[in-house]
């Protein structure tokens, strides 16, 4: 089998439900998620088996044994090893003709000059750091590419109440409040409107977090909350699809 026969086949399945000008679109299409955890991770991943072949991946942190209950790529066998890269070595076993960049940072409001937000189609937001997600969501709505939120995935069970909704519109989810409270307070708001995947369900948690020195990645986030495969999946998915819902219908 040819080149161009393996990509008109592993694209198949894609191609005979969206046709081939929505295919020439999403190959073309280049996407940034800033975020490869438990809702990045698979947010990249279906992006990549839709026809993406433009991603560019960034997170500063090593795969840890907690991430492994809910993270695409981590298993037991990579402990230790940089996030992204483990990522970019998984998607192009996919499609090697892909063009993956794995960036091994921060995206901070110090770091968000080395970043060219415009010169991408689209923005994905899966940070935890609420900080930085604020700097991430004024300056991509700032730019010109289309911008999508992840808010908490944390401390849910029930798939059915994941929702989608413009960013001042989403009710019931703590981190939104949080968002939206902050961003009053600094005085600069979004340039645009923006849709953000979250959920209502706020359980607490029931156990006990190990300690430092059983998992020292599990200690590095502000607050460690119990997470579901399911849930985060679930999150990133969501994201990867209305990146394709919103190429196939422009």
């Known amino acids: 089998m040819g080149h161009s026969e ?8 894609t191609a005979l439900l969206l046709g081939p000008q929505a295919m020439e679109k999403l190959s073309s299409a280049r996407v940034i998620v800033f975020g490869i955890g438990g809702v990045g991770s698979w947010c ?43 990522m970019r070595k998984r998607l192009l076993e996919i499609d090697p003709d892909a063009e993956i960049i794995a ?8 770091s968000a000059k080395d970043f060219d937000l415009d010169s991408y ?15 991430l969501i004024i300056n991509a709505t700032a730019s010109s590419a ?10 849910k069970i029930d798939p059915c109440k994941i929702k989608v909704a413009e960013f001042w519109k989403v009710r019931g989810c703590p981190l939104g409040s949080m968002l939206r409270k902050r961003i009053r307070q600094s005085g600069i708001l979004p340039s ?13 948690n029931k156990g006990q977090a190990p300690s430092p020195d059983e998992d020292p990645g599990l200690f590095k986030k502000a607050q460690v909350n119990g997470t579901l495969s399911h849930i985060t999946g679930i999150f990133g998915l969501t994201l990867a699809g209305l990146v394709i819902k919103d190429i196939t219908e422009r």
Do not use: W
Request: with cysteine; glycine share 4%.
């Open 146 to 155: 289309t911008f999508f939120s992840s808010l908490g995935s944390a401390l």
């Open 6 to 13: 393996k990509e008109s086949a592993l694209f198949a399945r």
């Open 44 to 86: 990249v991943e279906s992006l990549l088996r839709s026809g993406i072949k433009h991603i560019t991946l960034v997170d500063a942190d090593d795969i840890s044994l907690s991430n492994v209950n809910r993270q695409l790529m981590a298993t037991a066998r990579n402990i230790g090893q940089v996030k992204v890269d483990v």
């Open 192 to 204: 645009k409107d923006f849709l953000c995947v979250y959920d209502e369900e706020v359980l607490p």
């Open 103 to 110: 960036r091994n940072e921060v995206y901070t409001a110090e």
């Open 121 to 135: 189609d689209y923005v994905l937001d899966c940070i935890d750091s609420l900080k930085d997600k604020i700097s």
